[in-house]
Structures are given as structure tokens and as C-alpha cells.
């Protein structure tokens, strides 16, 4: 469980749709993600979880539905930038600058996009690399790296920007098994200490100690939510049953 969870919805999406061709990838999403909590997806690949997280920050441009982040309409907001300020976003191929020391990675939101001076912006960007246990490793670039120290560069380059929300997309599916558990353990703290999360994984473990709540996604719907406790032991769909029974 996560710390710190209200009642107040952060980001609302509402009878979400999107279309590729013919293919209908997002079906009718309605869900809502409360301060404090962290949700995680879960559902077969191709099923259109990708392209959710994308619609949220508008990499993907929905085709009906609305989406907020608190009182704001992302879905019709003027200013995106502005928007994606306040949604850290976090990858699977963890899409660092490979040119860039981590310290550089963390700090290039804050110089560039905040405009914050460099010595505010290495300060900050020291903190987020030493809560993501990196501090000794500031001045390595990515290549010098392991896949489990790059993906916590890349979380805490999305905490460095103060986000109302992380949105996490399969964050330690291009790992060696051995290097998951270093950032599920980082994400764990983040989530007791009351950041807001929406998580796609495959890691079953982590949704079932750490998450509030779970939508089990296929097909472009979701097919039911709850808490882990009540979809882990008593799944009310017959597909979320096989889902879960063929994962475990
Ligand atoms: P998931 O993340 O659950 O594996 P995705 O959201 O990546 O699923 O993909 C869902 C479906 O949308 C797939 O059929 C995929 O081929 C299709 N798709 C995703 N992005 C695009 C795109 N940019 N153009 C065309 N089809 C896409
Ligand atoms: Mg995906």
C-alpha cells in the first residue's frame, strides 16, 4: 500500500477512444487516479496500455474522450508544454541522452525547459540522483551504466521536474532479472512516500504489495479494477482469472 492516498481525483480520463486505421487500439476508458495513489495496469501486450499512457501527456492525440490533470482539460489545453511539466513519464528503453552524464540527464528538464540556473539545477538534480541511491555515479554517462542504474536515472530526472503524476511504462521490462528489483525497490519509496503513480507492468509482485488499486486491461478495455487483494484472490472475470492463472 501507499502512503498518503485521498479521495481527491488527480487525473481523471473519461470514455477515452483512439483509433489507428481500422484498429481499434482504446475502446471507452473511463478511470481516475487519486493524490497519493498509485495505479497500476496490468492486461496482454497489444491491448493498448502503451498507447493510454502515450494519450495522457498528448504524444497521442485521442480521438473522443476527455482527460484532466486536476481542475486542468488536458485534452483541450492550449499549452501542452506546460502540461507535460507536470507528467513525468518514465520508459522502458529509459530514453536517456547517451551523451549525456546522468547528472546532465537529471538536470536538462530544469535548465531547459524550467529555465532554472545550473547551480539551482545540479543541486536538485544531485538530491533526485541520491534518492535514487545514484549519487556516486553523477558523472557516468549511460553507456558506463547498467540498465537498472540508467532506468533510476531516468526516475529521478522525472522527479527532478516536481510532477503532479509519473506515469511508468513498463519500467523494468528491458532488464536483466537480476537488476529489476534495485528499481521496483525505488519506485516502492516513491509510492509510501505519496507521489502519484500510474504503472504498466508485468510484474505481478509489485502490483499485488505496492499498488492501491489494479485495472486489468485487454483489448482496449478495461475489463475490471480494484484493489490487488480483491482482483488477486477473487476476480469477477473470467478473463482476468486466465490472465492471472497464466501468469503465475
Ligand atoms: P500495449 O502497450 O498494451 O502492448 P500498445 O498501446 O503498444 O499496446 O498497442 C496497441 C495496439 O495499437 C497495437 O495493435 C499496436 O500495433 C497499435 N499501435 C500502437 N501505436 C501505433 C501507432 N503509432 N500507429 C499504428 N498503430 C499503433
Ligand atoms: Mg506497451
Avoid at 482527460?67 to 482539460?73: F, G, Q, R, S, T
Avoid at 505481478?204 to 492501491?212: E, I, K, L, N, Y
Avoid at 486466465?242 to 503465475?248: A, H, P, S, V
Wanted: aromatic fraction near 6%; charged fraction near 25%; proline fraction near 4%.
Amino acid at each position: 500500500m501507499s502512503g498518503k492516498t485521498t479521495n481527491k481525483p488527480l487525473l481523471r480520463i473519461e470514455n477515452l477512444k483512439k483509433s489507428f486505421g481500422d484498429n481499434e487500439v482504446l475502446k471507452d476508458i473511463t478511470f481516475s487516479v487519486n493524490e497519493g495513489e498509485t495505479k497500476v495496469i496490468i492486461g496482454p501486450s497489444g491491448t493498448g496500455k502503451s498507447t493510454l499512457l502515450a494519450c495522457i501527456n498528448m504524444l497521442v492525440t485521442p480521438d473522443s474522450g476527455k482527460i484532466w490533470l486536476k481542475d486542468v482539460e488536458i485534452t483541450g489545453a492550449k499549452d501542452l508544454n506546460k502540461i507535460r511539466q507536470r507528467i513525468g513519464f518514465v520508459f522502458q528503453d529509459f530514453g536517456l541522452f547517451n551523451h549525456l552524464t546522468a547528472l546532465q540527464n537529471v538536470m536538462i528538464g530544469l535548465t531547459k525547459v524550467k529555465k532554472i540556473p545550473k547551480d539551482k539545477a545540479r543541486e536538485r538534480a544531485l538530491e533526485e540522483l541520491q534518492r535514487v541511491g545514484l549519487e556516486k555515479s553523477a558523472n557516468f554517462y549511460p553507456a558506463q551504466l547498467s540498465g537498472g542504474q540508467k532506468q533510476r536515472v531516468g526516475i529521478a530526472r522525472a522527479l527532478a521536474m516536481d510532477p503532479d503524476i509519473i506515469l511508468f511504462d513498463e519500467p523494468t521490462s528491458a532488464l536483466d532479472p537480476e537488476l529489476i528489483g534495485e528499481v521496483l525497490a525505488v519506485m516502492k519509496d516513491l509510492a509510501s512516500s505519496g507521489m502519484t503513480m500510474l504503472v504498466v507492468t508485468h510484474e505481478m509482485g509489485f502490483a499485488r504489495t505496492v499498488s492501491d488499486e489494479i485495472i486489468f486491461m485487454e483489448n482496449g478495455v478495461i475489463v475490471e479494477q480494484g484493489p490487488p487483494e480483491e482482483l488477486f484472490s477473487n476476480p469477477k472475470h473470467e478473463r482476468t482469472r486466465q490472465f492471472l492463472f497464466k501468469l503465475t
